[in-house]
């Protein structure tokens, strides 16, 4: 168990301390066979799953995988959260082949462009992923596997050595595979640790995000493993409060992971959680009166974190070290060199392009079978997230996509502090800003706003809401009412559909 003082996967010199050998699997199953590895609610009453028994799963289909897949190819997983989703990536990884995680809501299209690009010949999954998957690969079925007793030997593998592909979400084009090395796990371990103000012991971390995306798989499942924390797994085919709730009750829940999406249905529906001791969130940024209402309903500071796909847990907020600024996704975390850069690829105090330094342990490998894409994606020797930002002093101020920064009357206005300042008014359940095209102002700030069930709220409403508390600037001159959003599969707002709906509309 580490102390709150040590930052795990380091060296005190902030370096990072990464063995000539590794392999995630070893890293994972590490902690005493009798200590609690993942508290299981898939099927109703709580069951204490112990390292012992992980290992033993883990092997078991570690066995029947080494008599059908070589070393270096490509498994995907298609099974929700339960302990055999995460035996089945350590099976993967402990034989030395890639994992390839695969969401269960997907539907045939989306799988079969991840399955085929990754080649995965074979899938881990249970019988109703094998009707999802159809032909599109063989299914081996978990409950079909036979125990096995006999412990598998761990693949002799390095930290570069590629162990999972990890297709993006695909809110700035067709998904792309990150692949990833054995190294990665070790480089989320200290933004995992600073984000829930340090784990330690008698914490427990749950998030409702799946475990096929980077969110689920490696900022709660496997570093709670790599650290000893217990991590519960729970079914929730939807999201909803009390079932968000009840898993925090009967898991006893201290430390979460929430998707910014899942805390706004959180304050839409007034509920308050007093009993958990950290709450980390990342994918878009909170603003500063989403984390007024997190210290009201959880009774604590919602640590922002920030990362992507292709290199993640590289900035966050710690409460317990320093205090958080709202509009501010924190600072960078130990291990990783983070910088705003311009178009030269040259550090900057202004707005630019946030970048992470090769050598980060959670930046990806390459992307899959596309060399053009991986070039693209690196400015000299910066990894270029596609994001913009600006410090303010130690801080980094997140002000969205590259291409969803609005463009009014000469003003650089970021989206997100205008969706979090909507999501205030009692009437919004969501929201999507973006710019729509302007002959005078090259562009106007337009909102797209879902109403709670039985509210109402007029344009003019709403954008003196948003006038009194923000510049008068950012207030959008145009709201549009709809049933729902565009959302990608982790519950992010595609807010490119909303700009080529907001440019295709006429006032």
Not at 327 to 333: D, E, M, S
Not at 422 to 435: N, Q, R
Not at 463 to 491: C, H, I, N
């Amino acid at each position: 168990m580490c102390p709150a003082e040590v930052i795990p996967g380091l060296h005190s010199d902030q370096s990072w301390a990464i063995p000539a050998r590794l392999n995630m699997a070893r890293q994972c199953l590490s902690q005493p066979p009798e200590q609690v590895a993942v508290l299981d609610l898939t099927e109703g009453d709580i069951r204490a799953v112990t390292f012992g028994d992980l290992e033993r799963m883990t092997d078991s289909i570690a066995r029947a995988l080494s008599e059908r897949v070589r070393s270096g190819e490509r498994v995907g997983v298609l099974l929700s959260q339960s302990p055999w989703c995460a035996a089945a990536h350590l099976a993967i990884w402990k034989i030395g082949a890639i994992s390839v995680p695969l969401f269960r809501l997907f539907k045939r299209d989306a799988l079969a462009s991840r399955v085929g690009d990754a080649g995965a010949r074979i899938v881990l999954t249970d019988v109703d992923g094998a009707a999802l998957l159809g032909d599109l690969a063989r299914p081996l079925l978990i409950d079909e596997i036979e125990r096995w007793e006999a412990p598998v030997p761990f693949a002799d593998t390095g930290p570069e050595d590629p162990a999972v592909l990890i297709y993006t979400s695909g809110t700035t084009g067709s998904p792309k595979g990150a692949l990833h090395g054995h190294r990665v796990l070790t480089g989320h371990l200290p933004g995992v640790s600073i984000s829930h103000n340090h784990l330690r012991e008698g914490d427990c971390l749950w998030t409702p995000a799946d475990w096929a995306w980077i969110g689920g798989l490696f900022d709660v499942l496997m570093p709670g493993l790599a650290l000893g924390i217990p991590v519960v797994a729970a079914r929730l085919d939807k999201f909803t409060p009390g079932a968000c709730v009840d898993v925090i009750s009967r898991g006893g829940v201290r430390n979460v992971f929430f998707p910014p999406t899942a805390l706004r249905m959180l304050k839409a529906a007034d509920q308050e959680i007093p009993s958990l001791r950290s709450v980390a969130s990342g994918g878009e940024p909170l603003g500063a009166e989403m984390l007024a209402w997190g210290q009201q309903a959880f009774g604590l500071t919602i640590n922002e974190f920030y990362g992507q796909t292709e290199c993640n847990m590289v900035v966050s907020s710690c409460a317990e070290d320093f205090p958080v600024r709202p509009g501010c996704i924190g600072q960078p975390v130990p291990g990783h060199e983070v910088a705003v850069v311009d178009e030269d690829g040259n550090p900057t105090d202004e707005e630019g392009d946030v970048a992470i330094r090769r050598g980060s342990a959670s930046m990806l490998l390459e992307y899959w079978n596309r060399p053009d894409a991986t070039a693209k994606k690196f400015r000299g020797d910066w990894l270029i997230t596609g994001d913009r930002g600006v410090w303010e002093g130690d801080y980094l101020r997140f002000l969205g996509r590259d291409d969803d920064v609005i463009t009014s009357a000469g003003y650089r206005i970021g989206p997100a502090e205008i969706e979090d300042c909507l999501l205030t008014h009692p009437a919004v359940a969501t929201v999507g800003v973006v710019g729509k095209p302007d002959p005078l102002r090259t562009e106007i700030v337009k909102a797209y706003v879902v109403l709670k069930s039985g509210t109402e709220a007029s344009e003019q409403e709403l954008q003196d809401w948003v006038k009194d508390r923000l510049a008068q600037y950012s207030y959008p001159r145009e709201v549009a009412f709809l049933e729902e959003l565009p959302m990608t599969v982790t519950g992010k707002v595609i807010r490119k559909e909303l700009r080529v709906r907001a440019a295709g509309e006429l006032r």
